[in-house]
T-cell receptor, first 115, second 112 residues
Framework: GAGVSQSPSNKVTEKGKDVELRCDPISGHTALYWYRQSLGQGLEFLIYFQGNSAPDKSGLPSDRFSAERTGGSVSTLTIQRTQQEDSAVYLC?????????????FGSGTRLTVV | KNQVEQSPQSLIILEGKNCTLQCNYTVSPFSNLRWYKQDTGRGPVSLTIMTFSENTKSNGRYTATLDADTKQSSLHITASQLSDSASYICVVRKAAGNKLTFGGGTRVLVKP
């Protein structure tokens, strides 16, 4: 597509439920990133994919968080047994992942509210 | 301590005035530095990107500077407009690997 697409744009869930967030990157972009932005806070790195593999998962805050990417394209971020502190905007970005300068394009995010 | 520090945290300016945002980083080795603008409820949008050898880069009323020796960058907004109200985020890419480090952002509010 023309940009990075994320769905849903908004999600309200009850504490303890599982949620799945989806990211559809720009076609041909091999690198995909997930970030989290809590209210009034900066962007927090969660995980980085190169193709279908995740060489850097260092930002995942707990084992309740997992992500996968299939076909080198769509990625899903899953949060199990959601907690109120998981409430945040989850942003996805993709890039061509060249050493030379290239753009990281962000989606508009999924606003997750855990009640 | 964050490897990318931005200041001030927030800023209020009058429409038509200029302002300068600061970004200091310790990320090493350095590959490039980007300034992003993030409107409320939207994803960040890239304003400028600078490599080690670049000192100044402009994008309309936005001018970024980089001093790779002191590891400092600034973003200057000229003749601010109401639409400049947003968060401005400094992002540094490490040369080894593909890791990005984000600053905490500066929230700018332009008042009429």
């Amino acid at each position: 597509g023309a940009g990075v697409s994320q769905s849903p744009s908004n999600k309200v869930t009850e504490k303890g439920k599982d949620v799945e967030l989806r990211c559809d990157p720009i076609s041909g972009h091999t690198a995909l990133y997930w970030y989290r932005q809590s209210l009034g806070q900066g962007l927090e790195f969660l995980i980085y994919f190169q193709g279908n593999s995740a060489p850097d998962k260092s930002g995942l805050p707990s084992d309740r968080f997992s992500a996968e990417r299939t076909g080198g394209s769509v990625s899903t971020l899953t949060i199990q047994r959601t907690q109120q502190e998981d409430s945040a905007v989850y942003l996805c970005a993709s890039s061509l992942d060249r050493e030379v300068i290239d753009g990281y394009t962000f989606g508009s995010g999924t606003r997750l509210t855990v009640v | 301590k964050n490897q990318v520090e931005q200041s001030p945290q927030s800023l209020i300016i009058l429409e038509g005035k200029n302002c300068t945002l600061q970004c200091n980083y310790t990320v090493s080795p350095f590959s490039n530095l980007r300034w992003y603008k993030q409107d409320t409820g939207r994803g960040p949008v890239s304003l400028t990107i600078m490599t080690f050898s670049e000192n100044t880069k402009s994008n309309g009323r936005y001018t970024a500077t980089l001093d790779a020796d002191t590891k400092q960058s600034s973003l200057h907004i000229t003749a601010s407009q109401l639409s400049d109200s947003a968060s401005y985020i400094c992002v540094v890419r490490k040369a080894a690997g593909n890791k990005l480090t984000f600053g905490g952002g500066t929230r700018v509010l332009v008042k009429p």
